[in-house]
């Protein structure tokens, strides 16, 4: 077993030159850079505190271990003298909504952004006095009942959902639920965004609810939209298409494959007084793109976003034909000088990958795009400069010529 510090907390001691990228600030700790001859990470409690060594025994970092995965351990804290324990979690919680009530007027936002708020494994988005949680690892699931009890006397939060049904847990040998600790679990969540109301149905929710990672790009399409005509593809519940009716779009047509989220959608354009202008139809969005071109039909806008199509490595080939046909399609379908708002949220593939992809699709006799304004993911998903991983949006708004 791991020796143990005079606190009781094993160590797990680092590879000679494994440490670089630690003390240059990362949270994660893979297994192949652990001597295991020192300090085998077999039989260590999954979500169990270790305190993590050089090769040289010097202090790098506090953590929270799983044997099991392939990253065994994540970092909690730096400061020798202060362990990660449910009082630092309170304070991380009480900064990372800081940050949030000092940028936004109301209660509607991601409130924890994992390791982009120094709290890996936890995610919390807000929905004024509904607050979604999902937890995807082994060491935060520890402190479940602390988050809970901390985001109700913070927030003065209704009701809490646990919405831990995400795959991923599984990689951390976590069972898979959704429950609600606090209060009861409303039939709806209500979300206000760029004074536009949305609804989410709380059984279709995806993830943990709602997309506010683009409510920046959202408000920036605005400013292209005025008299034009706009396609919508995979517009989930309406946030693209309704900031665009919002903003003077004279039609707006929607593609979501999910029938409950178009008839979401579609009912969403009716409660912002909207549906003039707006339609959602359900369908597949290449399928659709295809049918559109063969009738003809030309849009002055068209805003593509996908959802992830490389979640993990093995994906990428695919996923990067993937966003490749999906561009080629969308552009095939744009009038001359109209304008493309392109996103991707896949990690594995860069601002770079996007605009190859982008490019490769210009269709023949076309000059080429401009790239007009390039886009990441909004304030309340802030980004670990240590950390690349934390930084999955990104998205471009172009000009064919």
């Known amino acids: 077993m791991p020796e143990a510090t ?7 001691r680092l590879k000679k030159r494994e440490e670089r990228r630690l003390e240059a ?21 999954p979500g169990s505190a270790v305190v993590i060594e050089s090769s040289s025994g010097k202090f790098l970092a506090h953590a929270y271990v799983n044997p099991a995965s392939l990253i065994c351990a994540r970092v909690t804290s730096r400061n020798k003298s202060i362990p990660f324990n449910a009082t630092v979690l309170r304070e991380r919680l009480t900064q990372a909504l800081a940050l949030r009530q000092s940028q936004f007027d109301e209660p509607y936002y991601r ?14 988005d807000r929905y004024g006095d509904v607050v979604v949680v999902q937890i995807t690892t082994a060491g935060m699931e520890v402190y479940k009942d602390e988050i809970v009890d901390a985001l109700v006397s913070m927030t003065g939060a209704s009701a809490v959902c646990l919405q831990n049904d995400t795959p991923v847990r599984e990689l951390e040998g976590l069972a898979l639920y959704v429950e609600w600790p606090h209060g009861e679990a ?40 005025s ?22 779009a004279s039609e707006v047509l929607a593609i979501d494959a999910s029938e409950t989220a178009a008839a979401a959608a579609n009912q969403n354009a009716i ?3 909207l549906q003039a202008n707006y339609r959602c139809e359900a369908a597949d969005a290449v399928e659709k793109m295809r049918e559109l071109f063969s009738a003809g039909e030309r849009f002055d806008v068209v805003v593509l976003d996908p959802p992830a199509f490389i979640k993990r490595k093995k994906d990428r080939d695919a996923g990067v034909r993937h966003y490749g046909l999906n561009n080629k399609l969308a552009l095939k379908l744009l009038n001359p000088g109209g304008i493309l708002l392109s996103a991707s949220c896949s990690q594995a593939f ?11 699709g210009v269709p023949k006799g076309m000059l080429g795009l401009q790239v007009l304004e390039s886009f990441q993911q909004a304030a ?22």
């Open 6 to 12: 005079g606190s009781g907390l094993a160590r797990l």
């Open 25 to 45: 600030g990362h949270l994660w700790i893979f297994s192949n850079e652990v001597d295991t001859g020192f300090a085998p990470i077999k039989g260590l409690t």
């Open 111 to 124: 409130l924890v952004h994992s390791e982009g708020d120094f709290l890996p494994g936890l995610t919390i």
């Open 186 to 225: 409303p039939s709806q969540l209500n979300i206000r965004e760029n004074d536009l109301d949305f609804v989410v149905p709380t059984e279709f929710a995806q993830k943990t609810g709602w997309f506010y990672d683009h409510r920046a790009s959202r408000q920036a399409l605005r400013s292209w939209v």
């Open 227 to 248: 008299g034009k005509r706009v396609l919508d593809l995979y517009s989930y519940i309406g946030g693209f298409g309704l900031n665009a009716c919002v903003a003077g």
């Open 271 to 273: 409660s912002n007084k």
């Open 350 to 360: 860069s601002a770079h990958d996007l605009q190859q992809a982008m490019r490769a």
């Open 380 to 401: 309340d998903h802030p980004v670990n400069i240590a950390m690349g991983e934390s930084l999955y949006l990104k998205g471009f708004i172009a000009r064919l010529i």
